[in-house]
C-alpha cells in the first residue's frame, strides 16, 4: 500500500500540473475537431493533456502501458504489469461550451485492474484520489458513500449519446430508477458523476455504454469509499473494453 500511497501523491501532482492547460485555454471554438460518433469531438487542448500525462506518468513508471482515449486502445495490452488508463478531459462537449464539468481521470493498473485513481476537477478545485487498501479523499480529506437507500436517494446517469441505438434504453432506465427515487442528475462527465457519488452527493450512477478511461479512476474511488461498481446486470466490470457500468452507494440495490 505504501508503494501506491508515493505512486499516487506523484500521479496527482503531474495531473494538477495538467489542469493548467485546461484552465489556459483560450479560443477552444477554433480547435475542435469531430471524431466517429454524434456530437462527438476532441480539441487540441485534449491532444495537449494526453501528451503532457503520457510524457510525465510513463516517466514515472517506466515500461508501463497507456491507454487513453485519443490512442489506438486495440494495441495496448494492459493485462500485464502496470498500466495508465487516462482520459485528457472528460467531459470534452462541456470543456467546449465553458460548462465547467470537465476533469483529467488518470488511473494506474497492475495485471488489468486499478490499483490507484485520480480524478481532478480544476474548474472546482477537486482533487478526487484512493489507492487500493488505502481508502478515498476528496482534497485530502476521507470521503464515504451515503448511507441513504434508493428511495432517499439521487440517480446520476449517461445517455451514452455516442450510441444513439442506446438512447431509448438509457431514458427507460433512468425513469425506472427515478420512479423509486428523490430525483436525477447529469453533470456530462461520467467519471465526476461517479466520484459525486463517492463522497456521498447521490447514491447510484449508470451509463449502458463507457470506454475504461470513463472509470478506470473513479471505479476504485468508489470501492475505497465503500460503494460498489459493476455492470448494470451486477457483474464485475473489466477495464480493457467498453462496457455497461453501474456505481451504487453500499444500501443501494441493483433493479434487476
Not at 502496470?82 to 481521470?105: E, L
Not at 481508502?135 to 451515503?146: H, Q, T, Y
Request: charged letters at 25%.
Amino acid at each position: 500500500m505504501d508503494h501506491y500511497e508515493k505512486q499516487l501523491q506523484a500521479i496527482t501532482e503531474i495531473v494538477h500540473d495538467c489542469g493548467k492547460i485546461m484552465l489556459r485555454a483560450t479560443d477552444i471554438d477554433r480547435k475542435i475537431h469531430a471524431k466517429e460518433g454524434r456530437g462527438n469531438f476532441v480539441t487540441e487542448y485534449d491532444c495537449a493533456v494526453q501528451a503532457a500525462l503520457r510524457e510525465r506518468l510513463l516517466a514515472l513508471v517506466p515500461g508501463a502501458a497507456f491507454l487513453a482515449e485519443e490512442d489506438d486502445a486495440d494495441k495496448c495490452d494492459i493485462h500485464t504489469g502496470y498500466s495508465f488508463i487516462v482520459d485528457p478531459i472528460d467531459g470534452t462537449a462541456n470543456f467546449t461550451r465553458g460548462y465547467k464539468m470537465s476533469c483529467i481521470s488518470v488511473a494506474l493498473a497492475k495485471d488489468g485492474y486499478p490499483v490507484a485513481g485520480v480524478v481532478y476537477n480544476p474548474y472546482t478545485d477537486e482533487t478526487f484520489t484512493a489507492c487500493k487498501g488505502g481508502g478515498a479523499c476528496l482534497n485530502g480529506e476521507p470521503i464515504r458513500v451515503s448511507d441513504r437507500d434508493l428511495a432517499q436517494g439521487i440517480v446520476m446517469f449517461g445517455t451514452a449519446p455516442y450510441s444513439t441505438e442506446l438512447s431509448q434504453k438509457s431514458f427507460e432506465t433512468a425513469f425506472r430508477y427515478f420512479s423509486r427515487a428523490q430525483d436525477l442528475r447529469r453533470s456530462g462527465s461520467a467519471a465526476y458523476d461517479m466520484c459525486c457519488l463517492a463522497c456521498g452527493r447521490a447514491e447510484f450512477f449508470f451509463e449502458w455504454i463507457l470506454c475504461p478511461w470513463d472509470y478506470a479512476a473513479a471505479s476504485v474511488i468508489i470501492e475505497e469509499a465503500g460503494g460498489f461498481v459493476s455492470d448494470l446486470a451486477g457483474n464485475p466490470v473489466s477495464f480493457d473494453h467498453r462496457q455497461p457500468v453501474a456505481a451504487r452507494a453500499a444500501k443501494v440495490e441493483l433493479l434487476l
